[in-house]
């Protein structure tokens, strides 16, 4: 069975700095997604940036980004200038390829942005 | 472009009593939809999905249930709410075999 684990229940960084969220995960699949959700307070789930496991360039959105490794089965993501919006929850998810489409979710990080 | 809605945003129910949350999605067809459920400081737990109308596949037993009466609306139902059903409520849908984006959520206390 796959597994998502975040190490990181919190972190907090002053504002415009630059800040790595890690994840890593667990499966013997070759094929599949990841994902980055952001749930700020109002606990809307929004989605941050995806990635596909058969693409070795690594995604990027504006000022998001994750490090992709493979082999290591490690999908950090890296916010850059870091915002005052960017305080949320942040959930890092697995999906199988050709599954019945479910994602694994990681428990969430806490991302505390200071002014 | 797509749109998702839940209602109601907020629901307090006393314990017994039924629920009916509803999730409508716009401007796709044929959507895979999904329901969960998400404790306070939790990560989501996968309670239903549904491929198509009238086909739905249940991850957790429990006392909920869930219904595609039409393409685009999914249902989460309850005859008798119990207090550990409280939680936040996303439905999600998705482009096979794709990216889940979420609703706004229904936050449910049972008292």
């Known amino acids: 069975a796959q597994t998502v684990t975040q190490s990181q229940p919190e972190m907090s960084v002053q504002e415009a700095e630059t800040v790595t969220l890690s994840c890593t995960y667990d499966?013997?699949?070759?094929?599949?997604?990841l994902f980055w959700y952001k749930q700020p307070p109002s606990r809307q789930m929004i989605l941050v940036i995806r990635?596909?496991?058969?693409k070795q360039q690594n995604a990027t959105e504006n000022r998001f980004s994750v490090n992709f490794q493979k082999a290591a089965k490690s999908f950090s993501l890296k916010i850059s200038d870091s915002q005052l919006g960017d305080t949320a929850m942040y959930f890092c998810?697995?999906?199988?390829?050709?599954?019945?489409?479910?994602?694994?979710w990681g428990a969430g990080t806490k991302l505390i942005i200071k002014p | 472009s797509q749109t998702i809605h839940q209602w109601p945003a907020t629901l307090v129910q006393p314990v017994g009593s039924p629920l009916s949350l509803e999730c409508t999605v716009e401007?796709?067809?044929?959507?895979?939809l999904y329901w969960y459920r998400q404790a306070a400081g939790r990560g989501l737990q996968l309670l239903f999905y549904?491929?198509?109308?009238?086909?739905i596949s249940s991850e957790v037993p429990q006392n909920l249930s869930a219904s595609r009466p039409q393409d685009r609306q999914f249902i989460l139902s309850s005859k008798k709410l119990l207090l550990s059903d409280s939680g936040f409520y996303l439905c999600?849908?998705?482009?096979?075999?794709?990216?889940?984006?979420f609703g706004p959520g229904t936050r449910l206390t049972v008292l």
């Open positions: 499966t013997s699949e070759n094929n599949y997604y």
């Open positions: 401007g796709t067809s044929n959507p895979n």
């Open positions: 549904s491929v198509g109308i009238g086909q």
């Open positions: 999600a849908w998705a482009r096979v075999p794709d990216t889940q984006y």
């Open positions: 990635q596909e496991a058969y």
């Open positions: 998810a697995f999906m199988k390829r050709d599954s019945n489409y479910q994602l694994i």
